[in-house]
Structures are given as structure tokens and as C-alpha cells.
């Protein structure tokens, strides 16, 4: 017993994780074993090599003498030993092979394979004749693989050797699956080729994964080519039922034809002819990025090699197919959001792993192997090497990619020799990654130094992955020594396009502007314009984008905060660029009060602001400048602009609804208004305004539903002052009217803000102000009953607050009335409705997809609220609001309106409303109908929320919508 305890505290110094386990193993296999324990501490896991060793012993008595005798057996044995458990247990299984580790290089591995399973090499369609010939199949694949993994662990062999003899040995077990097949299935008259794709196609197959294939057939001469297609076909079958199906040894993986014509909806075997007909009419972008690897593996390798010939031509000319564009852009996105759904610990699919560096190198390959062959390379690596002589990814970066690349690939291997199972997951188990970082040669702190290296890798090639389109764009317009390799010019063109940039000229353009110099400022533009061309690529408007941060940052490149905002906070750039790509409405603002960009920095920065604080702001910017309007109104406007911005940015990052956005600009405007109001009252004249004067909101404003587009809709109310003559009170009124309009539609770099008084009594006909008193004389003797419908949105918004509201009051008597609205009334207001619909209809308009007057669009819902309104608010008043989905809600909560009919009416309402203020932001021109030209469309759909490809969805979803409220206002508004 002390001997036991002696050797676990000696053991347990040298490394072995568990001493006293060690040294009963230890003591259990020998005396002639205990040389060896010097060199188990060497392994990856000491304790699971010396466990496995232990076992090995009592199956082969004769291994202890084998590794004295043979240091290269010796060392391969215990490598292997201290990675997989599962190759320790085969060994168990068979000691026999043991030998194997032994020998320097194997010879052919489809001939050993066919070999195992009683086939001849030599047939030219080997049949198996095995008693037991899946089990042979599967044992000696596994000797094959343990003497790979030996050399592998020893560093005898390189990654790519490794990948290489993975792929060959998967090849070969295909081969030998075949001859199987053949032996249970009559396939006499017809070829068959296994078309491998994915990482077997490009020789990088894993230790353990699915083998993608495809199958390829042809009958023999004389055959029919239906009855040979279903023998192929069950043939097929039975080659991956011998891969797949559970015996004794297990099985050896997956076989997955997913990646044929069709997916798994498409028949098993094809014709080459029915291949290329499909691939030339109905395949996607993503089917030619699969065929970039496709290989012949095993079966008629001739046919095989026709199929590969033939849809190589195609593969290369995928960039000039209609959609690819697109497509490109919708795998990009898709590959992200992957990305961003899996864990970090994902070494393929996490950030910055392998499914980063391949797609990204698969993707250039596409856009630009068309015109360059010497890129037409299978392998990653390789590729990667081909992208970087030619200049299309930077040398520094290429080599961070492929540094990166291989250690994951490392990793990856690793993982999957412990167990032999399929995982790309990082164990969180400190023993496991302390095996991992043993397994790469560190010592001293394997699990930190292994996560350090892990951690700085997939980080670096994060990086490297998101400026890999766009760094070298920047180098084809600068100037660099003649050493270095760079992207023509053409190339660079087709790279934008392929990244969904309209006019690439132009966008290069744009960069030799924004990088050339040596300045810091040019420096810096050199170091944020390849994130940001990414982000720019995934907004509506690419070369808007682009086009827009130029034109911002020459107003201010020369401004110290301007790039280093950008350049510190990513969160700024980012949004930058969306509003930038998105919206030339917004963008039109930020050009002309480009400071504005530091709103960009938080949500918080972009939240609405209270009514008070504006009325405060604009006040004190009138007081600042008493005595010259103008100037006043103009520090008023460039508020204005200021909020403009602000609403739009928050309602493009949906940080606000279309309710919040008609409320916020609703109030902007009645502070300008009230601004302005006051600077033209200031500017009357020493003797002061001999009346009160105030400004009722009407229409969108007064409902404080205005949108981007919207004018200023107002009546115009005075009360002149006691003693004062009223033609004197009257001029004054006029003269305040009319400076008050001339100074918010001066020419301006801001938006107008329109003043228009044209729902006054007698409209342009009337006068343009009046008393509350010849208001009220006037609506007792001449009013119709479409002026109460227009007075349902009369609210106070700036001047005399006291006038205001007896204006209102007045008009309350006029839009509730006490006993509701006559008959008579009901249906003048239905057939006013019914002959606007007709007449005021723009010419060439599509009724379906107007979203002011067309069915179920904005002005269907407001009438049904308003004949609500009208005809119960007297008694009701819960509907006294001048606004509509308020009315709505509160009629139902009366019982005057279903539940599911307001839902549907309302629904309505806000998407009419959102379409067309999408319209504003996208276009920078106002616009009321969905628009018929699908790119155009497309945009506006996209800043709507849809996906890229969802133009058409908009146009279905609107059409839905509006068809279900025009059904509602058919039976609620004009009782049919």
C-alpha cells in the first residue's frame, strides 16, 4: 500500500489529473509499463491514455514489448490514446491494429476498402462478396482513420494532408459501399456517379460529419431510361443504407443528398441532362455556391466527371444570372443572422467561425471567378491563398484568415476524436479543455492559454470577415506601392454590384474622394468605410448611402468629433448608415444641420421631446432675435429641421409607432406655428396688435395626425381689443395672417412648413381671418354639413389660449349637436363621400393601392370615425376627440362600433398611414399611393420591415388589409 500512495503523489506531480487512480492502473498493468509513465505526461490526457492502456494490455499481452521495440508505434499509440476514447476503444475491440501505427505510410485506401468487403479493385464495378461485409466495411475504415489520427497528433501530417486523406478515405468507403450495394441490387443497366459536394467534395472533410452528395445516372446504351433511373435510384439507396445502418461497429456517418436539385423534394437520382435543365432554369444563387465544390467520389467516375465539367460552366457564370444580386445579399444576411442565433462557443456557426471564413471566401469566389479561373479552387484554404495573389482580400488579411481557419479546423478535429462524434461545440468542462490544450502543445496553462488563443482567433477572424468585401474597394482607389497586388478597377465594380450597389463607378468614385490624402481624416475614412460599404449593402439604398456620407462628412471631415464619433462608437456608424441608405428624407435634413448625426449616439438622444421643452427652446430662439422675424423664424426652423430629424430616425428604428409619429410632428408644428406667430406679432410695430389673434389646427394637424408631407391646415381667429376700431383690429389680423405664412414658406435649407387656410368659411373665397363673432354668424346662418364634419378636428394651437378655446366651444355646438345628425344629413354626408371617391381620384391612379382615397385606405377609416362623431357625440362624450383611432376606440368602448370591426378599421388606418409616410422618408417627395415600379416598392417595403425580397408581400399585405376595412365601412358607414 505505501508503494500505491508513493507512485499516486509522484504521478499526480507529473501531470495526471487523478494520481491515485493513475497508480492502481499503474500497478494493475506491470512493472514493464512503468517506463511509460514518463512518457504519458507528454499526452493530451494522461489518465485517459494510461486507462485505455491498461485495458489494451490485458487484450494484447504482447503490446509491451511492441512499444519498447518501436518508438514510432510508441509515440503514435500514446498521442492517440490521449485524444480519443473512441479509437482507444476500437483498439480494445481490435488489438490487431495496433500494428498499424506502426507502419510509416498505408497503401491505397478504395482498394483496401473494396478489398474488405470481398470486392476486386480491379472490376470496373466492384461487387461486394463478404459474409459480413458491413462490419468488415467499418473496421477497416477505422483502421484507416486511427493511423491518420496517429499522424495527424504526431504533427506527421498537415491540416490540409489531413483534410485531403479524409475526404480520399470517405471516397473509398463510399466505393466500397457501392460494391455492397451492387451485390443487392440488379443495377446492370444503368451508371451510376457519386457526386461528392460540400467539405467532401473540396477534400476538408472532417474526422467525423455528414457526406454531402449528389447522384448522377445514365442508362447504358439499349436501356430504358426509366426502369434504369429506379434501379439507380434503389441503388443509391442501398449505397447509403450500407454508410448509415447500426451494426456491432457502429456506423460510419450520414449520407446527405439534401443538396440535390430540389432539396429532399426532388427525386434521389437524375439524368446529367435533367441536372443541367434544372440548374439552367430554377437554381438559386446558394445551389451554384454548392456546386463550387462539387467533385466525382466514387461509382462511374467519367460520367462523374462530365457532370463536373458541365455545371462548372454554369457555376462561373452565376454572377451575370437576373437576382444574383439579391440573392447574394439575402445568403449574406441569412449567414448573419445564423451566426447571430448560435452560441459563442460554436466554433462553425458562432462568430467569427468557420462558417464565416468559408462563406466569405465562397462568395468572392462567385462574384469574381467568372473572369478569373485561377480562383476556381475547391479547398478554403487554397481559394483564400488565389483571392489574396490576385488582390481581392488584403495579404495581412488573408494570412489572419488562414492562421485563424486551420486553428479552428484544429479544434474542430479535436473535438470530434474524443468521442468520434459530430460536434463543433467548446466544452465548458475545464478537463476538456485542458485535453484541447494539451493536444496543441501548451503546457504550462492549457485551459487559459486555449481559451486565450481560441477567444483572440474567432475574434480576429470576426473582424477580418466583416471588412473582407470592402478593405480591398479602398485599395482599387488608392495609391499604393507597386508591390502590392490589388483589385482592378473592373473588379472592384463587379464586387460593388454584386453587393447590391446600383452605379459602382459612381461608388468608387465616392471612395477615392473619402480616402485619398494623408491626412488623419482621410486615415480614419480608410479605417470605418469598410464596415460601413457592409452596411450600406444592407439598407434599401446602397449608393444613396454611400453618396449621403459623402456628402456629410465634407460638411464635417474637418470637425474633431465628427469621425472619431464614428470611429469610437460603432453604434453611431451603424445607424448612420441605415438612415443614410434608407431614407433621403432624413438625409436631406442631416445635410443641412449635419450635427445632428450626434443624435444617432442613444436611444434616449432620440427620444420625442416634451411640447414644453420645445415651446421653451423656440421662444427663447424669438427672443433672441426680437425685432428681425426673419432671422427668428429661420433659428426656429432650423429647430424644426433638428426635430424633423429626430422623429424620423426614431420612426425608421421603430422606437416609435405611427400614433407617436402623427402626435410628435402635430405638436413640432404648433410650436413653429407659435413661433412664429410670435415674431410676426413682434415685428408689427411699436404701437402693439390692437386685437388678440389665434390659430385653430384643422384637418391631419388638428387631429395630430400629420405626417412628414402634411401642411399646416388652419382657420384664423381674432377678437380685437376693447376700444380698438375694428377695421383697424381687422387689417392687423390680416397683416399678422399673412407675415405669419410669408415667414414659414421663406426659402429656407429646411422643410416648409406650409400654412393653408383654405377650411375657413367660404374657403379662398372667404376671408382670410375673421371674429369669433362672424364665425359664429356664419355657421348659424350658412353652414353645411360637411363644414361640422371638417370641425370635428378644430383644436387651439397657438396665439390667444383663451380665444382659442371659445373657438372651440363654438364649434363644439356645431360637430356634436345635441339631438345628432338628421337623416338627411346622414346621406348628404354619404353621397359627398361616395362623389369624392369618384372625382378626386388623381388620374391613372389604382383605387386599390391609394392610401388617402382609395378603398379601405385613410379617408374610409376617418369618415366612419366622423359619422360616428356627428351622429352621437352630442350625448356621448367619449367621442369628443378630434383625433381618429381615439373616436374608434371609444366607440366601441360605447357599444357603438364591434370590437373586431374597429381592429380591422384601425389596422387599416395605421398601415395606410406608415405606407405613406415611408413614402416621404424613402423618396424625400411626398406620395399617396403604393408604388407600382418594383424596385421602388421594394425600398419602401424594406424600410417598412420587410425583408429585401418582400416588395410583393407589402403589395398582398396592403391589399388584404384595405379589402377587409373597405368591407367594414361598406356595412358601418354607408349601411350596405
Given at each position: 500500500m505505501p508503494r500505491i500512495e508513493s507512485t499516486a503523489a509522484r504521478l499526480a506531480k507529473l501531470g495526471f489529473a487523478d494520481g491515485a487512480a493513475a497508480a492502481r492502473l499503474a500497478h494493475q498493468a506491470g512493472a514493464e509499463f512503468d517506463e511509460l509513465l514518463e512518457e504519458l505526461v507528454d499526452v493530451a490526457d494522461p489518465d485517459l491514455a494510461l486507462a485505455t492502456l491498461t485495458r489494451l494490455a490485458e487484450r494484447a499481452p504482447e503490446l509491451a514489448g511492441a512499444l519498447r521495440a518501436d518508438e514510432r508505434l510508441r509515440t503514435r499509440l500514446l498521442a492517440v490514446l490521449g485524444v480519443?476514447?473512441?479509437?482507444?476503444?476500437?483498439?480494445?475491440?481490435?488489438?490487431?491494429?495496433?500494428?498499424?501505427?506502426?507502419?510509416?505510410?498505408?497503401?491505397?485506401?478504395?482498394?483496401?476498402?473494396?478489398?474488405?468487403v470481398g470486392a476486386e479493385p480491379g472490376d470496373d464495378e466492384p461487387r461486394a462478396t463478404g459474409a459480413d461485409a458491413l462490419v468488415a466495411l467499418r473496421v477497416a475504415y477505422r483502421g484507416r482513420l486511427l493511423h491518420l489520427a496517429a499522424r495527424d497528433l504526431t504533427g506527421q501530417a498537415t491540416l490540409p494532408e489531413v483534410t485531403a486523406e479524409l475526404s480520399d478515405l470517405a471516397g473509398a468507403a463510399l466505393e466500397a459501399a457501392l460494391a455492397i450495394a451492387r451485390a443487392e441490387v440488379d443495377a446492370d443497366d444503368v451508371r451510376l456517379a457519386v457526386i461528392g459536394m460540400g467539405k467532401a467534395g473540396a477534400r476538408e472533410l472532417n474526422y467525423i460529419s455528414d457526406v454531402d452528395v449528389i447522384f448522377v445516372a445514365e442508362p447504358?446504351?439499349?436501356?430504358?431510361?426509366?426502369?434504369?433511373?429506379?434501379?439507380?435510384?434503389?441503388?443509391?439507396?442501398?449505397?447509403?443504407?450500407?454508410?448509415?445502418?447500426?451494426?456491432?461497429?457502429?456506423?460510419?456517418?450520414?449520407?446527405?443528398?439534401?443538396?440535390?436539385?430540389?432539396?429532399?423534394?426532388?427525386?434521389?437520382?437524375?439524368?446529367?441532362?435533367?441536372?443541367?435543365?434544372?440548374?439552367?432554369?430554377?437554381?438559386?444563387?446558394?445551389?451554384?455556391?454548392?456546386?463550387?465544390?462539387?467533385?466525382?467520389?466514387?461509382?462511374?467516375?467519367?460520367?462523374?466527371?462530365?457532370?463536373?465539367?458541365?455545371?462548372?460552366?454554369?457555376?462561373?457564370?452565376?454572377?451575370?444570372r437576373d437576382n444574383f444580386v439579391e440573392d447574394v445579399q439575402a445568403m449574406r444576411r441569412r449567414v448573419e443572422a445564423h451566426v447571430k442565433a448560435e452560441g459563442e462557443r460554436q466554433i462553425k456557426l458562432g462568430p467569427g467561425g468557420l462558417r464565416d471564413i468559408e462563406f466569405a471566401v465562397q462568395l468572392l469566389q462567385l462574384v469574381h471567378g467568372r473572369l478569373d479561373p485561377l480562383l476556381r479552387r475547391k479547398a478554403t484554404l487554397s481559394a483564400l491563398a488565389a483571392l489574396s495573389r490576385g488582390g481581392y482580400v488584403g495579404r495581412d488579411d488573408s494570412r489572419g484568415l488562414a492562421e485563424a481557419y486551420t486553428f479552428l479546423r484544429r479544434v474542430e478535429h479535436l473535438l470530434q476524436l474524443h468521442r468520434l462524434r459530430r460536434t463543433q461545440v467548446l466544452p465548458a468542462d475545464p478537463a476538456d479543455l485542458r485535453r484541447l490544450g494539451r493536444a496543441l502543445g501548451m503546457q504550462a496553462d492549457p485551459v487559459g492559454e486555449f481559451t486565450e488563443r481560441w477567444r483572440r482567433h474567432a475574434r480576429e477572424a470576426r473582424r477580418l470577415h466583416e471588412k473582407l468585401f470592402y478593405r480591398p474597394l479602398l485599395q482599387a482607389v488608392a495609391r499604393l506601392p507597386e508591390t502590392e497586388t490589388r483589385l482592378s478597377t473592373t473588379a472592384a465594380a463587379a464586387r460593388l454590384r454584386a453587393l447590391g450597389y446600383v452605379d459602382p463607378e459612381g461608388a468608387l468614385r465616392h471612395l477615392?474622394?473619402?480616402?485619398?490624402?494623408?491626412?488623419?481624416?482621410?486615415?480614419?475614412?480608410?479605417?470605418?468605410?469598410?464596415?460601413?460599404?457592409?452596411?450600406?449593402?444592407?439598407?434599401?439604398?446602397?449608393?444613396?448611402?454611400?453618396?449621403?456620407?459623402?456628402?456629410?462628412?465634407?460638411?464635417?471631415?474637418?470637425?474633431?468629433w465628427y469621425l472619431r464619433l464614428l470611429r469610437d462608437e460603432t453604434a453611431v456608424a451603424a445607424r448612420t448608415a441605415r438612415v443614410l441608405g434608407t431614407s433621403r428624407y432624413a438625409t436631406t435634413l442631416l445635410m443641412h444641420a449635419p450635427d445632428a448625426v450626434a443624435l444617432l449616439g442613444s436611444e434616449d438622444e432620440l427620444a420625442v421631446r416634451p411640447p414644453d421643452a420645445l415651446l421653451a427652446e423656440a421662444s427663447a430662439a424669438v427672443s433672441r432675435h426680437a425685432g428681425a422675424p426673419e432671422t427668428a423664424v429661420a433659428a426656429v426652423r432650423a429647430l424644426r429641421r433638428r426635430e424633423l430629424f429626430r422623429t424620423a430616425v426614431a420612426d425608421l428604428f421603430g422606437l416609435i409607432d405611427i400614433e407617436q409619429v402623427g402626435v410628435a410632428l402635430s405638436t413640432l408644428n404648433d410650436v413653429t406655428i407659435q413661433a412664429a406667430l410670435d415674431a410676426a406679432i413682434s415685428g408689427h410695430g411699436p404701437g402693439g396688435v390692437p386685437t388678440r389673434f389665434a390659430v385653430i389646427a384643422m384637418g391631419r394637424l388638428g387631429g395630430m395626425e400629420s405626417s412628414y408631407a402634411s401642411d399646416a391646415d388652419v382657420m384664423f381667429v381674432h377678437s380685437p381689443e376693447p376700444g380698438a376700431p375694428e377695421r383697424e383690429a381687422t387689417d392687423a389680423a390680416h397683416a399678422i395672417a399673412n407675415e405669419l405664412r410669408r415667414l414659414l414658406s421663406l426659402p429656407a435649407p429646411d422643410p416648409p412648413l406650409l400654412i393653408d387656410p383654405d377650411l375657413r368659411p367660404e374657403g379662398r373665397q372667404g376671408p382670410l381671418v375673421r371674429t369669433l363673432a362672424s364665425y359664429e354668424a356664419y355657421y348659424a346662418r350658412w353652414s353645411s354639413s360637411w363644414e361640422s364634419q371638417a370641425l370635428l378636428r378644430a383644436r387651439f394651437s397657438a396665439g390667444d389660449a383663451e380665444l382659442g378655446a371659445a373657438f372651440v366651444s363654438l364649434a363644439d355646438g356645431l360637430r356634436y349637436p345635441a339631438g345628432g345628425l338628421p337623416e338627411e344629413s346622414v346621406r348628404e354626408i354619404r353621397r359627398l363621400k361616395a362623389r369624392m371617391e369618384a372625382e378626386r381620384l388623381p388620374r391613372g391612379a389604382d383605387p386599390a393601392l391609394h392610401t388617402k382615397l382609395g378603398p379601405g385606405g385613410l379617408s374610409d377609416v376617418e369618415w366612419v370615425a366622423q359619422l360616428l362623431q356627428l351622429r352621437h357625440a352630442g350625448t356621448v362624450p367619449s367621442l369628443r376627440t378630434p383625433r381618429t383611432l381615439p373616436a374608434l376606440r371609444a366607440a366601441v368602448t360605447e357599444g357603438l362600433l364591434d370590437a373586431s370591426d374597429e381592429a380591422v378599421l384601425a389596422e387599416a388606418w395605421r398601415f395606410a398611414s406608415r405606407v405613406r409616410d415611408a413614402i416621404m422618408l424613402v423618396k424625400g417627395r411626398p406620395g399617396d399611393s403604393v408604388p407600382g415600379d418594383a424596385r421602388e416598392r421594394a425600398r419602401i417595403a424594406q424600410t417598412l420591415g420587410y425583408p429585401p425580397d418582400g416588395s410583393e408581400d407589402l403589395l398582398d399585405d396592403y391589399r388584404r388589409v384595405t379589402r377587409r376595412a373597405r368591407r367594414v365601412v361598406d356595412r358601418v358607414f354607408y349601411g350596405s
Open positions: 480519443s476514447a473512441a479509437l482507444g476503444d476500437h483498439l480494445v475491440r481490435h488489438p490487431g491494429q495496433v500494428a498499424l501505427l506502426g507502419v510509416p505510410r498505408l497503401d491505397d485506401a478504395r482498394a483496401e476498402l473494396l478489398r474488405a447504358r446504351d439499349g436501356a430504358d431510361e426509366t426502369k434504369a433511373l429506379r434501379a439507380a435510384t434503389r441503388l443509391a439507396q442501398a449505397m447509403m443504407r450500407a454508410c448509415t445502418v447500426a451494426t456491432p461497429e457502429g456506423s460510419l456517418w450520414e449520407v446527405d443528398a439534401g443538396l440535390r436539385p430540389e432539396g429532399r423534394s426532388g427525386p434521389l437520382v437524375r439524368t446529367l441532362a435533367s441536372h443541367l435543365a434544372y440548374y439552367r432554369r430554377w437554381a438559386k444563387t446558394w445551389e451554384f455556391q454548392a456546386l463550387l465544390k462539387a467533385r466525382p467520389v466514387a461509382g462511374d467516375l467519367e460520367l462523374g466527371g462530365a457532370y463536373v465539367e458541365a455545371v462548372n460552366d454554369l457555376v462561373w457564370s452565376a454572377a451575370t477615392a474622394a473619402l480616402t485619398s490624402g494623408v491626412s488623419r481624416r482621410a486615415a480614419i475614412q480608410r479605417t470605418l468605410l469598410p464596415v460601413m460599404l457592409g452596411w450600406f449593402a444592407d439598407t434599401p439604398d446602397p449608393d444613396a448611402g454611400l453618396l449621403g456620407f459623402r456628402q456629410v462628412s465634407d460638411k464635417l471631415g474637418a470637425t474633431p
